[in-house]
């Protein structure tokens, strides 16, 4: 039976983020999607990315968000910004991850929340196949 | 994907595109626009009339006023040459080195890490090249038929985005309005109510920086007009007949592009604050505060999906804008006129 994984790396060489007070917004910009987490989100991610298993993590942040972690963890993969930690070389590149700092005021979180943007409307994504015209430059028909 | 074969190069292909030009304007005479953008003179060169009806009046609002002295990382000045296939009776030939691989916004990959940035859209087949190392741009189209809509109502983007790198300019996907000399910067998505905010404020007497793209000083916090259209949807736009439409007639037409005036259109604005329109469905309008993280989802998000390169130097810099300004939602009521009323007490407040 395969056990869920309890180590993650980042998934994107090049996430950049901004952390603000009780928010982070990240933007993987490879692939130009951007995400924004709430403050236990941002500091699940953090942890996470910096290499803490599940269990460490959980115990980190407290009871309240601790018993979150898990499935907060599935849906940072599941959304690409983490992959599981399989002995494979993280991706080269220059993502760094701003880990919030508890205020130390002990005051519980809130359950982490990732939001996902993903408004492409105007991106022209290129097909990997295409024709190529007498002048070399490719063809693609208008949807 | 292939990269280029020895002697080669990204310059050499920009250079050859350069030369095609001058046949064409040879060929059909150059249309010359100076114009001042933040300070720094930009001249469009144009070959053939025709071209020029497509690409130049979006900037008719910007004066050619004489540049001030030079500001540290102030944008150099940039030229850019605009031609057509069919004016020049030439097509330039795409990069001869293989395979040329194109990331998701249509950047040539083969050019990544030289000086020269290129995007080739293969629908509408314009090509928006810049040489970095001579602050030049090039755009290229099939003819000047074939340049849509939303080219000609921004035209140049890419070429301006990419002549912002290394500077505290940065062009956003954002509309501006303000009163004496002070305003604020709206961003949001497609149909959240940028445009019609912006020009439900302009009817209300304020003073208008744009609606679509802005180029804004992330330091100093100034936003500067880059084009003098507007967009509405057709559902909106009859509430604004006063308005003159310049492309209505395109089937299923999404949007309507709007020419103002050029007195209509002021060249800057010092931003006071970040707004966030949000449509409600009800009559009445009002603000609330939001977060800069917010405002920063939002307008990197907004942004950069229509601008290629430079990803994480526009991030960075939308972060020290939303950091320096506060940041609102403005709750867009259906009765027009109180929206600027909102906005002028807002403006008030923050003065």
């Known amino acids: 039976m395969d056990h869920p994984p309890t180590r993650f790396t980042l998934n994107s060489a090049n996430l950049v983020t901004e952390l603000f007070e009780d928010e982070m917004v990240a933007v993987d910009v490879d692939t130009g999607r951007y995400f924004s987490l709430n403050l236990a989100g941002a500091t699940i991610f953090g942890l996470l990315a910096a290499g803490h298993d599940v269990a460490t993590v959980s115990a980190t942040v407290g009871v309240t968000v601790g018993e979150h972690v898990a499935a907060f963890a599935e849906e940072l993969v599941a959304q690409g910004l983490l992959r599981p930690r399989d002995g494979t070389p993280a991706p080269a590149g220059s993502s760094t991850v701003a880990l ?15 939001t996902a943007y993903t408004d492409m409307q105007d991106l022209l994504l290129l097909d990997p196949i295409h024709d190529v015209d007498a002048a070399g430059w490719p063809v693609r028909p208008p949807e | 994907m292939a990269g280029p074969p020895a002697g080669v190069t990204p310059g050499a292909f920009f250079e050859a595109a350069r030369a095609s030009f001058d046949r064409a304007a040879a060929r059909a005479g150059c249309v010359e626009r100076a114009v001042t953008l933040d300070g720094s003179p930009v001249l469009i060169r144009v070959a053939g009339g025709a071209l020029a009806d497509r690409v130049l009046p979006a900037f008719a609002h910007l004066d050619a006023a004489p540049p001030r002295t030079a500001e540290l990382a102030a944008p150099r000045p940039l030229v850019v040459y605009c031609a057509d296939s069919a004016t020049a009776g030439e097509t330039v030939a795409a990069p001869d080195w293989g395979p040329l691989g194109f990331g998701p916004k249509c950047e040539i990959l083969a050019f990544q890490g030289s000086d020269v940035r290129a995007v080739f859209d293969p629908v509408h087949r314009l090509l928006h090249a810049y040489d970095a190392s001579s602050a030049t741009g ?60 912006a020009l439900a404020c ?77 449509v409600t469905g009800r009559p ?27 990803e994480a130097e526009s991030f960075v810099k939308l972060g020290r804008l939303v950091r320096a300004l506060p940041c609102f939602v403005l709750e867009a009521g259906t009765d027009l006129h109180q929206i600027p009323v909102v906005l002028a007490d807002l403006l008030e407040e923050l003065r």
């Open chain 1, 100 to 114: 919030p700092v508890p205020d130390g005021s002990g005051a519980p979180l809130d359950p982490p929340q990732l």
């Open chain 2, 138 to 197: 090039l755009f290229w189209a099939d003819s000047p038929a074939a340049v849509p809509w939303w080219e000609s109502s921004r035209p140049l983007r890419p070429i301006l985005h990419w002549w912002t790198e290394g500077t505290t300019r940065q062009a956003v996907h954002a509309g501006c309005v303000g009163t004496a000399g002070v305003g604020v910067l709206l961003a949001g998505r497609s149909g959240a109510g940028k445009s019609t905010t």
């Open chain 2, 202 to 278: 302009l009817r209300g007497g304020f003073e208008y920086v744009g609606d679509d793209f802005v180029l804004a000083d992330v330091d100093r916090c100034v936003a500067h007009s880059m084009y003098s259209t507007a967009k509405l949807e057709p559902r909106n736009a009859a509430r604004f007949s006063e308005l003159r439409i310049t492309e209505p007639d395109r089937p299923g037409a999404e949007k309507v592009v709007v020419q103002l005036d050029r007195t209509s259109v002021v060249d800057r604005l010092a931003l006071r604050a970040i707004v966030l329109p949000e």
């Open chain 2, 284 to 310: 009445g309008s009002a603000v609330r505060a939001a977060s800069p993280a917010s405002a920063l989802a939002v307008l990197a998000s907004t942004t950069a999906p229509q601008l290629a390169g430079l």
